[in-house]
């Protein structure tokens, strides 16, 4: 359900892809492939290089490349991203056992006139 945030852009709410914070800054997409696939299968991506990787993708920092502790994972099925929701959300992730946020992932269309670049 889109809804107006400012007057730049639109938010839409994505079905088919959680996103994931609060993780350890050392996570991996092994990693993340690991928990969240035990509740359904992740998408490969076709965009990928080589293509055909898990549809995982870690916030990483622009000038350091260090992970900044979110990560969105995209299901092939979209009642599997509710169901990891509900499954995952404020529950222990990994071997440190940090307590994670899990909810639907929000994708930003472009204004009116574009990014502008």
């Known amino acids: 359900v889109p809804s107006r945030v400012g007057a730049?852009?639109?938010?839409a709410m994505v079905q088919d892809t959680i996103y994931i914070t609060?993780?350890?800054k050392s996570v991996t997409v092994e990693q993340l492939c690991a928990h969240f696939g035990s509740i359904g299968i992740i998408k490969k991506d076709k965009k990928s290089r080589p293509p055909g990787q898990p549809k995982v993708y870690i916030y990483r920092d622009k000038e350091t490349g260090e992970a900044k502790g979110d990560a969105t994972v995209t299901y092939d099925d979209p009642?599997?991203?509710g169901a990891a929701i509900k499954w995952f959300?404020?529950?222990p992730?990994?071997?440190?056992?940090?307590?994670?946020?899990?909810?639907?992932?929000?994708?930003r269309e472009p204004p009116a006139g574009g990014w502008g670049r």
Do not use: H, M, R, S
Not at 93 to 106: N, W
């Open 8 to 11: 730049a852009c639109v938010v």
């Open 89 to 91: 959300n404020q529950k």
């Open 22 to 24: 609060k993780l350890p």
């Open 79 to 81: 009642p599997a991203a």
């Open 93 to 107: 992730f990994g071997k440190d056992g940090a307590i994670i946020t899990v909810e639907l992932a929000k994708e």
